[in-house]
């Protein structure tokens, strides 16, 4: 047996790994070769791509299987970085084995390079994940498996194994099948805090309940009967959005720095908001975090250590602790229905009907496809168990997190960490494979082109991937930002300024795809009902005006220092009138100054 079959013989039978994303290259013969013997093998363009998919499948898997990228050395290493990046900053897991020349031909420190293609792909991949290892020589899995599981905070991890260790014979007895796995148990949820926050919940009376992603799936499924019988408003994160229906009742929606104006204007009116699962970064705060949930008592649980104590937004207490594992608690003890909460729960009913998800302010131009009709139509039509891929940047990125309507039992997937443009497709075809669901994906036109060579791979597989594309004629956000901060002087933002995009019919053509438009809104409804009834994949060309505006947002302003200031989360554009603030801001109107 090689190394590189016992290697990956482990990652299948030890480590619930089923499926390998690769390009094909020579440093990678013998890691693929076994590959081809344990995993369902899946070819990409780019190896971007193979990330991209590999952790998206294990993001949305519901069984716990998971997915590999298998990269080549070099440009092999190079081109998976940007997926990488992404995994971390999400903290998914994400596992790329990375080819190298053989042992003889790296470089000493003095010179570049020796080995063809040879790159220090250990370095290169050290600072996004949380382990970068060169394998060079044979190391038993036990080894394997403390570089897999270093902590309790999942992210990627890179391999690299050089050419001659892939290939030697195995040269230690094969191990016990029984494997442990590695890493350190998270610490038992603190007593003394979760009695500080049932005191808080005695006594408060506006609460909020905030999920985040870093609360599972089967955790957030498994709980939400008991969540219901609390009574207590739920709200979600970008990264959250799947953990809560918007057909449950006390469902309060997703508050954000483009989030529902209706969600920022009550949490910022609470009085004790418990945030689980999330870091409560800086697109979740506003940038103007001393505002954050100002006349509220917050309570951050999370897993990171770093995350509690790295001064913003301002918090009542961090709590260290399994999100699952403390909610589960919380909800034990907690009490039932409290009859206290039920003016801010009518409160609440008053300024989410007083906000549609569509607000007046946008404007669609006659002969184009209003993304936020596209939203409401599609979310009335979309099932329980389909998977929604809102791509990761852009006008068709916010829009969707904004305005799409979640069900309970859903999958959305997005990576806004990173932000980058083009990672929908490759994301879609991971969840697709991995789930076997109708997948749904938005992409805006500019960035859909990034990547648009792996619908070769989408062809080639078959999935029911519906893919829709805002065709607005380039960066609809990128167009905005220029407009509105620099008086409409746009660069290389759409086609008129420089940036090249294809006739997508004529691209579907090339790669053998079933292609439709939508571009009439009042047949939206029928056309949606055909495009979603058909078991194959498909491109969707929605035509968006290039003018479109995406509103409520928060704005900034130019100092003239040159630095940004940004308004709190309450105070989205366009402004509220008077009347509005003093129906639907009573708590915060005597702070408000225009």
């Excluded at 949606?528 to 900034?556: A, C, G, H, M, N």
Aim: with cysteine.
């Amino acid at each position: 047996m090689k190394y590189a079959e016992y290697l990956l013989k482990k990652l299948s039978t030890v480590e619930n790994y089923t499926h390998c994303y690769f390009v094909a290259g020579g440093n990678t013969m013998h890691l693929l070769d076994a590959a081809r013997k344990e995993f369902k093998c899946i070819p990409v363009v780019n190896e971007v791509a193979a990330g991209i998919a590999a952790e998206y499948f294990n993001e949305s898997n519901p069984d716990g299987k998971k997915a590999f990228a298998l990269v080549t050395a070099g440009p092999g290493l190079t081109n998976i970085v940007t997926s990488l990046a992404g995994a971390y900053l999400e903290s998914r897991e994400l596992l790329v084995i990375g080819g190298q020349v053989k042992r003889s031909d790296l470089k000493s420190p003095e010179l570049r390079q020796r080995g063809i293609q040879e790159i220090d792909g250990r370095a290169i991949a050290e600072p996004v994940t949380i382990s970068s290892e060169t394998i060079l020589e044979q190391l038993p899995f036990s080894k394997i498996q403390e570089i897999l599981h270093p902590g309790v905070k999942p992210g990627p991890v890179f391999l690299e194994i050089p050419l001659d260790v892939q290939g030697s014979e195995l040269s230690f007895e094969n191990e016990s099948k029984s494997f442990g796995r590695k890493g350190k148990n998270s610490d038992p949820v603190d007593q003394e805090a979760l009695n500080s926050i049932l005191h808080e919940l005695a006594y408060c009376d506006r609460p909020i309940l905030l999920l985040g992603g870093g609360l599972s799936r089967e955790a957030a499924r498994n709980l939400t009967p008991a969540i219901q019988r609390m009574g207590i408003p739920v709200m979600t994160t970008w990264n959250g959005m799947d953990r809560y229906g918007a057909d449950l009742q006390n469902y309060w929606g997703r508050p954000n720095t483009w989030g529902q104006r209706s969600s920022n204007i009550l949490l910022q009116q609470c009085d004790l908001l418990i945030a689980i699962g999330t870091r409560l970064g800086l697109q979740q705060t506003g940038f103007a975090w001393e505002e954050f949930a100002p006349l509220a008592k917050v309570y951050q649980v999370d897993i990171d250590k770093a995350e509690l104590e790295k001064g913003h937004p301002k918090i009542e207490r961090g709590i260290q602790a399994d999100a699952g594992e403390f909610l589960t608690k919380l909800i034990r003890l907690a009490p039932l229905e409290n009859r206290k909460y039920l003016n801010w729960i009518e409160f609440g009913k008053t300024v989410l009907t007083g906000f549609p998800l569509n607000e007046s302010s946008n404007e669609t131009a006659s002969g184009f496809v209003s993304p936020y009709f596209l939203m409401e139509s599609l979310s009335a039509k979309l099932h329980n168990d389909d998977v929604i891929v809102p791509c990761s940047s852009g006008g068709a990125f916010t829009v969707t997190m904004q305005a799409l309507i979640p069900k309970f039992g859903q999958t959305i997937i997005t990576n806004k960490g990173l932000a980058s443009m083009g990672y929908g497709l490759s994301g879609a075809i991971g969840a697709a494979e991995s789930t076997q669901a109708r997948t749904i994906l938005i992409e805006g036109d500019g960035g859909f082109a990034q990547n648009l060579q792996e619908l070769g791979t989408l062809a080639a597989q078959g999935l029911n991937v519906k893919v829709f594309i805002f065709s607005n004629s380039g960066y609809a956000s990128i167009r905005m930002t220029q407009r509105n901060y620099f008086n409409g002087a746009y660069l290389g933002c759409d086609t008129e300024t420089g940036l090249g995009l294809p006739d997508w019919s004529l691209i579907a053509m090339a790669y053998g795809l079933r292609y439709s438009k939508l571009e009439d809104v009042n047949l939206l409804d029928l056309a949606l009902s055909e495009v979603l009834s058909r078991i194959e994949p498909e491109i969707i060309e929605v035509k968006i005006d290039p003018e479109q505006t995406y509103f409520p947002k928060i704005t900034s302003r130019i100092l003239p220092s040159g630095a940004m200031a940004s308004n709190p989360l309450h105070l989205m554009t366009p402004d509220l009138s008077p009347d509005e603030i003093e129906q639907y801001l009573p708590y915060l109107k005597d702070r408000i100054k225009r």
